[in-house]
Every structure is written in C-alpha cells, then in structure tokens.
C-alpha cells in the first residue's frame, strides 16, 4: 500500500453491507501479507494472513485475496458491523532473509453507518 | 495469555529531556520490534530485534535515538535529547520464530508529547 501523508482514504458503509478494501503492494518478492485493524487509541491488531502460494483465505467474516499477477491485496468483510469501524493496513514481508520485518501501507479507513 | 505490554501509554515531558519507552513482548517471542507512528508518516519500522540481538536498526532516525533489549522479557527505546518533533506514537510488536513467517502482535503503544 502507498502512503498517504496527511489523508487517509476513507470507505464508507451502511451496517450489514460487505466491505472491500483494497491495497497495492509494491515488492514482487513479498511472500507473506497481513491484514491489521486498527482502532482509536490502541496498536493494530492482527485480523488475518495468507502467504504467497495461496490465492485466497478464509477467516470468520473476513477472507483476503491475493493476486499476485498486479501486485493487489484485498480485504472483505462480510455484513459490516458497527464495531469494524477502525483504520485498516496491509503489510507485506520479502521473505526469510528480512527475518519477519514488514512493510505497512498507509491504511484504509473503515466507517460504518448505522 | 498476556499481550505485548508498553509502559506508560502516555508520556508528556519538555524538550531536551530523556525519554525512556518500555516494552514487555510476548513470553516465547523470539522478535521484538520498535515502530514510531504519525499521521503524515504513517508506521515506521525503527529498530528489530531477534533473540536480543538488534538486526536492523536503518529505521532510526538519529543518534538520539537508542534502543535496547538486555533480556527475553524487556526492552527500551530512548530519547536523548528529546525534541517536538518525536512527538508521535510509539509501539511495541513481538512475533514468534517460526516456520515461515509469522505474524506480530502489537502493544497498545506509547503516545509521546514533547513541549
């Protein structure tokens, strides 16, 4: 994901509707991605991740595709609740060599509309 | 089971003073990592640990920054002298060694004020 300085980019969803969000990452080396949920005043939180081999994973309301061909990551949550509302970001990881070092992008964030 | 624990969560203080930040990874954490978060910035890897052993400190802005890891358990990173524009949100993450990468778990941070 890139940085984006002083504005992050902000999704907007009514309750109950999916969610999509989306990040470009820039290594074509990174093997390992994770997606974090961030929430006011406190450090993110480590909602789901899949390595390179895999093309997409499952977890509970969430599942992230990779597609490896354009460098794109995205994250889906099903039936948005209210208390997903928090900042979003992707990390990616080069490999062994950068030991578990990761690469934040700038973030998504996430607002639910009752 | 306990999370990454940092201590305090807020500190204030006036320019030219040390600062001292506190990390307690999780127990069996081989990896300890020190991010600096602002807004025009974003999540800025500092410094890494593994196994006590600082790795990759490139992240680090300045001589005035410094960090330590004298056991498994503990970590701190300091500043001295400490200046406004460090002012920003500081976390602590720790992360397994395993097969394969894994992910890093994060403490609720340290958000630091300089006057």
């Known amino acids: 994901g890139e940085s984006v300085g002083l504005h992050l980019p902000t999704l907007s969803v009514q309750e109950g509707d999916n969610s999509i969000i989306n990040c470009a990452y820039s290594n074509s080396a990174s093997d390992y991605f994770i997606w974090y949920k961030q929430e006011s005043g406190k450090g993110p939180q480590f909602i789901i991740d899949i390595r390179s081999n895999m093309d997409k994973r499952q977890g509970q309301r969430v599942t992230v595709l990779l597609n490896k061909t354009v460098k794109h990551l995205s994250l889906q949550i099903a039936a948005t609740q209210p208390g997903d509302s928090a900042v979003y970001f992707c990390a990616e990881n080069t490999g062994e060599a950068a030991g578990n070092k990761l690469t934040f992008g700038g973030g998504t964030r996430v607002l639910v509309k009752p | 089971d306990a999370g990454v624990i940092q201590s305090p969560r807020h500190e204030v203080t006036e320019m030219g003073q040390e600062v001292t930040l506190r990390c307690k990874p999780i127990?069996?954490?081989?990896?300890l990592f020190w991010y600096r978060q602002t807004m025009m910035r974003g999540l800025e890897l500092l410094i890494y640990f593994n196994n006590n052993v600082p790795i990759d400190d490139s992240g680090m802005p300045e001589d005035r920054f410094s960090a330590k890891m004298p056991n498994a358990s503990f970590s701190t990173l300091k500043i001295q002298p400490s200046e406004p524009r460090d002012s920003a949100v500081y976390f602590c993450?720790?992360?397994?060694?395993?097969?394969?990468?894994?992910?890093?778990?994060f403490g609720d941070g340290t958000r630091l004020s300089i006057l």
């Open positions: 127990s069996g954490h081989d990896y």
């Open positions: 993450a720790s992360s397994p060694q395993g097969r394969g990468n894994q992910p890093q778990h």
